[in-house]
């Protein structure tokens, strides 16, 4: 029987009359297909002579030239020295020690050269005190081949040469008429840099000296100087901590320069049954408050009430502090474990108010806490808002009558840049030293060009008696002189800096030779701080008191700034590596955004939701500040206290970056008298923002990825309550899947030489992003785009996952997921698992980084087709480049997920106008590692470059390799220490030690995959 | 008597020395003032002078032919043996000399005594062989082989003309014979009775056809094999360079050790080039090659070292003359021959120090060569063949003690190739 039945597709279709429906049916396409638009100009198609035979010809041709074209090999030339220097031997690195002092990120590194050109930064293992480089320090290599760099120096926007611009500029200065000249400076902390500015004061009469620091840090140094007398910060070495409270300081991130991680993460192994507990409060979810023990979001307001109360139990006072129930009873918790730790325990303060410090530095006093260094403090820095406010209006007034800027750009940093950008026009001389043609720059009449940190010679005091040299590891790629040789020159010294430097350094009783070997030297000659003329305002303690416990919360939002592990102060912004670098809570690349909490969201009509292929899309929001406004996209915040907001700083920089690094939106303007806390109205802006973002997946849905326990149960001491063994049922038995029993594969025999392992501990990483920035510049890895990366074909061989609990654990999440009861009803698991989806509103958060996991039975190797994949005896997974033909079968067969497509050509390619699309750029690259092309698989080898060198000049000197010889770019570059690599064939070894611990697993070891990566559970001291 | 036989003998045997040592002195030195010998002269002046000065070319020092007519003897014999304490005194012959010279001190050679000197005075007047003296040579050897090479094409001539004699002969006599047969009426030309061409024969065989086409097939595929997989192969490649540089004349004839220009191969992954500094280090005080070198060069390879030398000086700004570096630097573009694809990793240090492979092993019979070239072919095949087939070397070697012995063991006590220790696992090389 035949059937009338008709199929319909909406409901649309079931209306005859419907136009667009009867269209669609008769046509094919749903658009046109724009074939007219290639083939339809009939008038060129007929008038060209060519016919189909001679266009077939014409391939013929050209295919046959070109085949016998590429027969003929390229010449290729090969230029040696004329005079080959001592040290430089071609193919061998060379260690130089330096420092890097960009007025936001100071540490001591060491800088790897090769042929003369640096091309990777490590930590300086050997200095005492912030020798350790954080993401944007790795970064800070590729800055020195930065194509956008001035090549000479500048007159009026046209390039010159020294000579005429010595003339000029010393032709202007001598007719200064009494007027002032102004050096609006960075936080240099550099003995020598004191000197030459006296020297320069001697020489003109009226100069000043303004320190300017972008993000600074006035109230902390306003409170440190009215307790201790000195303009600088306390240490803090957490080594030994018991109790770390922090109140909106994002210490494990870049709170007060950062640097403290180190000292922090030791705290939170646990030893001997024993490890720190972390309090954090905080408005926006950082580093520090997803590493912190208990975590409470709280307002801005609500900080300074805790600061209150908290002062109130431990010194005393009696405040009368209103806080929410919760806050209130956490606070007294904190109270009691702040005083049972006694001197181990420190209060660290991120309120940007004077006030809120002194409580703090009487807080740490009450308790003698041994973990604050006030003796020997930070001198990193040292700027002063009110000073450049003065400046303006100076400037304003006529009485400033040349200014150099160095370091800085205001022009782009100060909140009222437009009022700096007139003011400064008032100056009649104005001359930036800036490498680049900054916003300030642009504004100058002088640009006196400076070289890259690597280019130069200088001295920094980062530490009370500590200073620290710079050296050039590269001779000047352009025509650039530095500040310091300008300024002595210009203050009619004939000296070179170099040997200014040598005399400054050899005046503290120090070897010069040794000094500039190790990179620092120690003194106790007492450098002049900066003689800047600051106004102090002294507040009692009570009164601090009663303005903190009084603090009312603000009608609208309470805004924080805060600065983003990739750009943090917005110095390297022209830097794709960290552009491309997750930030390690959102795991967004190439933007800066409006965080704000789910609830708030809803209030506005805020949406985030994932699109078709996964990518995540915003609504805008207008933030606006005293009538300034910015319209920035929003991002749905789990941990984010419900009232506030947080934007990072840093980004929406124009001048002097390539169009695609002009990203995000410039939060500067909300930066009112450098207060990083401000109340802002915030409003819905609809349209769609697209992020792009290398994890969509935020939680870990109960499963057994990251496995976490709490110091308890950890000191049981029982390995099955917290780290057992996955099991399989083998003839109904079950039995661990490591058994042999139950594996399908035959086992290598590796017990003759070296065998890699490396132990990630989960309790010591912080997820700071240092190991992924080391990754890129040692294996050559490319920067692909925003747009590739909103597709997921970001390239990272390391990327460190970021998990949130749904509930208000990871341990309730699991529990909930065992406790799934059918499909349906309250217990099921179909609505069950779509909770578990959704972040909490506090998660617990955990970071896990990952890389390929080297599997001893490795599913990728199984699956190739031509065996690019390959089993190496000393553990590693080798990946044959040019063997692979791009089936990316291995990619879909690993479990992990740690493979990446090359889908372009990277190098080479207008496309991916990066810097490996520069002769300059290029020249960061390592040449011991191949540079990928198109259309074939890549990921981590662990390094088997290092490991082969290590090998290798072991062979040549004929010894047996130490232990702790081995390492990764990764391992090298974790300054928390939770990356151990090393060869677990050396029973004495550490790496070997690590692997018998109660903590150690394997990721996904059910998989039966057998890794040679294994994690260390993550024990939380709740 | 048999004491005067020896005696007689004895003497007859050192009149024959001196006979030879007088007679064998070719160039006789212009009548020495004072008697010294040339012969231990020259010994002594190579031993000890050489390094600074020539004969008849300025150097470090002055040029020091005819020496003896320029200064006093008693000057010079206290100036060799203490220049610096002459020129102490105050001498103004000493102190112009000083100066001349960049106020540079000559060592002092106080173990030197008077007829030593003498000696090293009687070399110095040695006349500079006459210039033609090569040329002449040149043109004897020349006229010699020339000659030599007449009479072969007169011989060969002759022997054409001889042939050409007697195939004119055989015609001569074929056409008498047969016009005897003629004239006796016998048959000389006889029919051949019809048979199918071979080629014919070989269509017709369709087994033939078939056999021959595979056969052809497969000899095409293999060639056509052969020449792909040469493509990207630079086997022989031996490039111009823009200095003629002769590894025979360095590596061969002065047997200079080949990682003394090349030192990095020790240390590093890179043999490296050397840099000019490295040639300087010799060619500060070699100007010119030895006479017989330069005339070898200009017959068997028509170049003329000395030109190549002047090259080198160009490249490090070297001024012969006034003996220093002026400063113009202009690097040599050296055209690389051994260029191994980005993709594979090769490491020297490895193969030389660690593994202590000879330099010939890959770069073949370097010292002969007058052009280097591509010895080896470089392909994947090549490196994978000898790390399956070389035994390593390990003795004495701290790091491979214990894996050696523990490898060993397990691949039942026989020797370890390279494969053994992992050398051919794609990782080791392509990273």
């Known amino acids: 029987m035949a059937t009338t039945k008709k199929y319909w597709k909406s409901t649309a279709q079931l209306d005859d009359s419907n136009e667009i429906v009867k269209n669609l049916e008769q046509n094919e396409f749903a658009s046109p297909i724009p074939s007219d638009e290639f083939l339809g100009n009939d008038e060129a198609m007929e008038s060209s002579s060519t016919s189909r035979r001679d266009f077939l010809k014409y391939v013929g041709f050209s295919t046959a030239a070109a085949s016998l074209a590429a027969c003929e090999g390229p010449v290729i030339y090969s230029v040696p020295y004329v005079n080959q220097p001592e040290q430089i031997i071609p193919g061998m690195a060379n260690y130089y020690a330096t420092t890097i002092a960009n007025g936001y990120d100071f540490a001591s590194i060491l800088v790897k050269t090769r042929e003369g050109r640096p091309i990777k930064i490590e930590s300086n293992k050997e200095a005492m005190y912030r020798g350790h480089a954080n993401a944007r320090v790795h970064a800070s290599v590729l800055s020195l081949y930065d194509n956008n760099r001035l090549k000479t120096p500048m007159i009026k926007g046209v390039e010159s040469n020294w000579e005429e611009f010595d003339k000029q500029v010393g032709d202007q200065l001598s007719s200064l008429n009494g007027k002032e000249l102004v050096v609006l400076a960075q936080t240099f902390a550099s003995p020598s840099m004191n000197k030459i500015f006296s020297q320069l004061k001697a ?43 922090s109140i909106g300081a994002d210490f494990v991130g870049d709170w007060q320069g950062g640097g403290f991680d180190k000292g922090y993460a030791k705290s939170r192994v646990p030893k001997n049954g024993k490890m720190s507990q972390h309090i954090q409060y905080e408005a926006n979810l950082s580093l520090s408050g997803s590493n912190a023990d208990r975590r409470y979001p709280v307002t801005p307001t609500e900080q300074k009430n805790i600061i ?18 919760k806050v209130a009873k956490s606070v007294e918790q904190t109270a009691i474990s702040l005083k049972r730790a006694g001197s181990k325990a420190v209060v660290l303060c991120g309120v940007p108010d004077q006030a809120a410090h002194q409580l703090t530095i009487a807080i740490n006093e009450a308790l003698r806490s041994t973990i604050v260094d006030t003796v020997s403090p930070i001198m990193t820095r040292q700027g002063n808002r009110k000073s450049v406010d003065a400046l303006v209006k100076d400037m304003n007034a006529g009485k400033v009558g040349a200014i150099f800027i160095a370091g800085v750009d205001p022009v782009y ?79 009619g010294s004939s000296q070179s800096f170099k040997d200014f430097l040598k005399e400054t350094s050899k005046a503290s009783g120090s070897s010069w030779n040794q000094s500039l070997q190790d990179g620092f030297y120690k003194t106790s000659v007492v450098v002049n701080d900066s003689e800047e003329e600051v106004e102090r305002e002294v507040i009692s303690n009570s009164a601090a008191l009663s303005a903190m416990a009084s603090a009312k919360k603000p009608s609208g939002y309470e805004l924080t700034l805060y600065t983003k592990t990739g750009l943090g102060d917005g110095v390297m912004a022209n830097n794709p590596w960290l552009q491309e670098l997750p930030d390690p809570i959102t795991r967004t690349t190439w933007d800066n955004y409006v965080t704000i909490s789910q609830a708030d969201a809803e209030k506005l009509g805020v949406v985030n939701e994932n699109v078709a292929n996964g990518a995540l899309d915003g609504t805008y929001v207008t933030v606006t500040l005293d009538g300034v406004q910015r319209k920035l996209p929003a991002l749905i915040q789990p941990g984010q206290a419900a009232g506030t907001i947080g934007i990072a700083l840093g980004y929406g920089q124009t001048a002097a970056i ?43 849905m109960g499963r057994d990825i990251i496995r976490e326990t709490d110091l308890e149960t950890y000191r049981t001491g029982n390995k099955d309550n917290f780290n057992p063994m996955p099991e399989v049922s083998l003839n109904h038995v079950e039995t661990p899947v490591t058994s042999p029993d139950v594996d399908l594969w035959e086992s290598f025999d590796r017990s003759v030489g070296h065998h890699f392992n490396m132990s990630i501990d989960l309790n010591a990483c912080t997820g700071c992003g240092a190991c992924v920035i080391a990754c890129h510049a040692e294996n050559n890895v490319p920067v692909v785009g925003k747009t590739e990366v909103r597709k997921s074909r970001d390239m990272h061989w390391l990327r460190i996952d970021r998990y949130y609990s749904s509930e208000d654990s990871f341990e309730a999440d699991e529990a909930k997921k065992d406790g799934f009861d059918g499909l349906f009803g309250d217990n099921g698991s179909l609505g069950g698992f779509g909770e578990l989806e959704v972040p909490a509103d506090n998660p617990q958060v955990a970071f896990q980084p990952v890389m390929c996991q080297h599997c001893n039975h490795a599913p990728c190797e199984t699956v190739c087709p031509v065996a690019a994949s390959s089993h190496g005896r000393q553990g590693q997974n080798h990946m044959a480049y040019n063997r692979c033909v791009g089936t990316r079968y291995c990619a879909n067969n690993c479990p992990y997920k740690v493979r990446r497509f090359n889908w ?11 810097h490996m699309n520069n002769d300059l750029g290029r020249m960061v690259i390592n040449p011991d590692v191949t540079v990928r092309s198109r259309g ?73 995959t057998e890794p040679n990566v294994m994690y260390q559970v993550k024990v939380r001291n709740v | 008597m048999l004491a005067f036989v020896f005696v007689t003998l004895g003497s007859i045997s050192v009149y024959g020395q001196d ?8 160039a006789a030195p212009v009548e020495a003032t004072s008697g010294g010998d040339a012969a231990l002269g020259e010994a002594l002046f190579k031993a000890n002078c050489a390094s600074c000065h020539k004969l008849y070319k300025k150097a470090v020092g002055p040029a020091l032919f005819q020496v003896s007519q320029r200064h006093d003897r008693e000057w010079l014999y206290s100036w060799v043996k203490n220049s610096t304490a002459l020129i102490a005194t105050g001498d103004a012959e000493a102190v112009a000399i000083y100066n001349e010279y960049n106020q540079s001190n000559m060592n002092a050679f106080p173990q030197l005594s008077n007829t030593d000197i003498d000696n090293i005075i009687a070399y110095t007047d040695t006349e500079k062989p006459k210039p033609t003296g090569p040329v002449v040579d040149a043109a004897s050897t020349g006229s010699a082989t020339g000659g030599s090479s007449i009479s072969n094409n007169i011989i060969l001539g002759a022997l054409a003309v001889v042939l050409l004699l007697l195939v004119v002969l055989l015609i001569v006599v074929n056409k008498t014979l047969k016009r005897f047969a003629q004239a006796n009426g016998i048959q000389t ?40 997989m040469s493509v990207g192969v630079d086997q022989g490649y031996a490039p111009v360079q823009p200095i003629h540089y002769s590894h025979r004349i360095h590596a061969g004839s002065n047997e200079i050790d080949c990682k003394y220009c090349h030192s990095s191969a020790r240390e590093s992954k890179h043999s490296g080039i050397p840099s000019l500094n490295v040639c300087m280090n010799c060619h500060k005080s070699i100007g010119e090659v030895a006479d017989a070198t330069y005339q070898e060069g200009i017959d068997e390879y028509g170049i003329d070292y000395n030109k190549e030398i002047q090259k080198l000086y160009a490249a490090t700004g070297w001024d012969s003359d006034e003996q220093k570096f002026v400063g113009e630097e202009s690097p040599v573009r050296w055209v690389r021959i051994h260029n191994l694809p980005d993709l594979a990793y090769f490491n020297h240090a490895q193969h030389v120090t660690a593994g202590k492979i000879a330099c010939q092993t890959c770069h073949g019979p370097v010292e002969e060569m007058e052009v280097m070239y591509q010895y080896s072919p470089l392909t994947m095949g090549w490196c994978i063949n000898c790390h399956r087939e070389t035994n390593v070397d390990l003795q004495g070697n701290g790091y491979y003690e214990q894996i050696h012995k523990e490898l060993s063991e397990a691949r039942g006590g026989r020797q370890l190739t390279i494969a053994d220790l992992g050398g051919l696992e794609c990782g080791k090389c392509h990273y």
Not at chain 1, 663 to 669: C, F, L, W
């Open chain 1, 203 to 245: 020489r003109y009469s009226n100069v000043r000296v303004v320190t300017y620091d972008a993000v600074g840090e006035d109230a902390a140094l306003a409170a440190f100087e009215a307790r201790y007398g000195s303009r600088a910060l306390a240490d803090y070495d957490f080594t030994d901590a018991e109790t770390i409270v």
């Open chain 1, 308 to 325: 209150a109360a908290l002062y109130s139990k431990i010194v005393g006072g009696g405040a009368n502090v209103s806080l929410s129930d």
């Open chain 1, 413 to 491: 940093s100060y909140n009222d840049s437009d009022a700096f950008a007139k003011a400064l026009e008032k100056v009649s001389l104005r001359v930036s030293f800036a490498s680049s043609m900054n916003a300030t720059a642009e504004k100058c009449n002088y640009v006196a060009t400076t070289p890259h940190f690597l280019e130069s010679w200088g001295d920094t005091e980062i530490k009370k008696g500590h200073v620290y040299l710079t050296q050039p590891t590269i001779n000047p790629i352009f025509k650039t002189r530095q500040l310091q040789d300008t300024l002595l020159k210009w203050s």
């Open chain 1, 658 to 700: 390539q169009e695609e690094m002009q990203t995000g939106v410039n939060a500067y303007p909300f930066y009112k008298n450098g207060v990083a806390v401000q109340t802002v109205s915030v409003k819905d802006a609809g349209g769609t923002h697209e992020f792009a973002c290398t994890q969509l997946q935020n939680t870990m």
């Open chain 1, 904 to 914: 372009f050509l990277y190098n080479g390619n207008d496309e991916f106008d990066y």
């Open chain 1, 936 to 1008: 074939v698989m890549e990921k981590c080898s662990l390094c088997m470059q290092m490991t082969q060198m290590t090998i290798l000049e072991a062979k040549k000197d004929g010894r047996m390799i130490k232990d702790g010889e081995f390492a990764t770019a990764c391992s090298n570059a974790c300054s928390s220490g939770a990356i151990t690599f090393g060869d677990i064939n050396d029973k004495e070894s550490e790496i070997f030690k690590v692997k018998q611990q109660d903590r150690m697993y394997h990721l996904l070891e059910e998989v039966g």
């Open chain 2, 19 to 26: 006979a030879t040592t007088s007679d064998g002195e070719p």
């Open chain 2, 189 to 228: 030309e006889f029919e051949e009775e019809e048979r199918t061409p071979i080629w014919k024969a070989f269509v017709q065989n369709q087994f033939l056809v078939l056999v021959t086409s595979v056969f052809l097939l497969l000899a095409s595929a293999y060639f056509a094999y052969g020449a792909l």
